[in-house]
């Protein structure tokens, strides 16, 4: 009896070997990552891998591939891989356990796995521009409990020609219809007339996740920076998010497409106070300005030309910027030469510094 148990081990051959690997062990809510797990046996019997229900992870899709090799006499090689793409879904520490590998009647478990799993805010909002994050910050919740909903955030209702305005979308997407998109929504902001703008970058993928009434919401993003130009009243077009759904759970099912828009909004742009400004003012709408000269030679020759450097740097619409009015001494001719505008974003505000160069005789 003790010799037939022997002999039909030694033919079933011993407990497969079982791995199973992470490509990333931190990531943010929203990403995804790739388990493998990884089965080797010495045994006819095909390998069967049990994954146990995986919180705080969507799938994604996954993907099962086995391949026999021999070599030379005795049972082959059973080489058996399942690859899982996985989306988080809930931030903190998330331990992957109890993954099976079974073959006839043997077992092996895979060692556990733990990853950590970042909050939205903390991880795709931090794309945005500190500005932009208070902005989101701000935004008010929906009114109701429907479905997908989109709002335009315009922080300032009043401002001065030739400040910077910072213009905010918010796509509002409930948790359980999110995760059945295949592929990331679209939320446009359109650039008003009469301004002059700065697309600004933004997370392609959940920007931050609220819990509103017990629900949660995955909040998507665009951001753009403007300053108006003239006095008068800013309109600023409807923000639009376009997303498709598909009609059924089935991975072939068709996509009914959606393009939902917020409400618009104006800005009243109003002209600098002239009380305290000099005559020759220029009109520049900027802060913490400095203004530096450099010449390149202190001794020049007479008939020589030496180069001139007038810089502006502060906080503002650097481009538009304009030149600065020097009043040269008797004697000397100035030539205007080329104008260098260098942007250095400060937290958020426009920033950086405009070099006018001369050639001056």
Avoid: C
């Avoid at 046996?41 to 899709?61: D, H, K, N, S």
């Avoid at 931030?91 to 796995?113: D, N």
């Avoid at 805010?121 to 701000?138: V, W």
């Avoid at 002209?271 to 010449?295: E, I, K």
Wanted: proline share 9%; no cysteine.
């Amino acid at each position: 009896m003790t010799g037939a148990l022997l002999a039909l081990l030694a033919i079933q051959g011993p407990a497969p070997e079982a791995t199973a690997t992470v490509d990333r062990t931190r990531l943010r809510v929203g990403q995804e990552l790739l388990l493998t797990v990884r089965a080797r046996a010495r045994a006819a019997e095909p390998v069967r891998i049990v994954i146990p229900p995986l919180g705080g992870f969507a799938l994604v899709g996954s993907r099962e591939v086995t391949e026999v090799s021999r070599s030379g006499p005795g049972v082959p090689m059973r080489t058996t891989v399942r690859e899982l793409r996985l989306r988080a879904e809930w931030p903190g520490r998330r331990v992957i356990s109890s993954i099976q590998v079974v073959q006839g009647e043997r077992v092996a478990e895979v060692a556990s796995l733990a990853i950590d799993v970042d909050s939205a805010l903390n991880g795709s909002a931090a794309g945005l521009s500190a500005l932009a994050r208070a902005l989101l910050d701000s935004a008010p919740p929906p009114d109701s409990v429907g479905d997908v909903r989109v709002s335009l955030i315009v922080p300032e209702r009043t401002v001065l020609a030739g400040e910077q305005v910072d213009l905010l979308a918010v796509a509002w997407f409930p948790r359980d219809l999110r995760l059945r998109l295949r592929r990331p929504p679209v939320v446009t902001l359109k650039t008003p007339d009469g301004v002059w703008a700065y697309p600004q970058a933004a997370p392609g993928d959940v920007a931050a996740s609220r819990l509103v009434r017990g629900r949660w919401w995955d909040l998507f993003v665009a951001h753009q920076v403007v300053f108006p130009l003239q006095p008068g009243v800013l309109a600023v077009p409807r923000a639009v998010v376009d997303f498709a759904l598909p009609v059924t759970y089935s991975f072939f099912s068709r996509e009914d497409r959606y393009a939902l828009q917020s409400d618009s909004a104006t800005v009243a742009v109003v002209a600098p106070p002239h009380r305290g400004r000099p005559a020759d003012d220029l009109g520049l709408v900027a802060a913490d300005l400095t203004f530096d000269v450099l010449v390149s030679e202190a001794d020049p020759r007479v008939g020589e030309p030496m180069e001139v450097l007038a810089t502006t740097t502060g906080t503002g619409n650097v481009p538009l910027w304009p030149e600065p009015s020097l009043k040269w001494p008797a004697g000397f001719r100035a030539y205007p030469a080329q104008t260098v505008v260098r942007l250095e974003p400060r937290g958020g505000r426009i920033a950086g510094s405009k070099t006018f160069q001369y050639l001056v005789v």
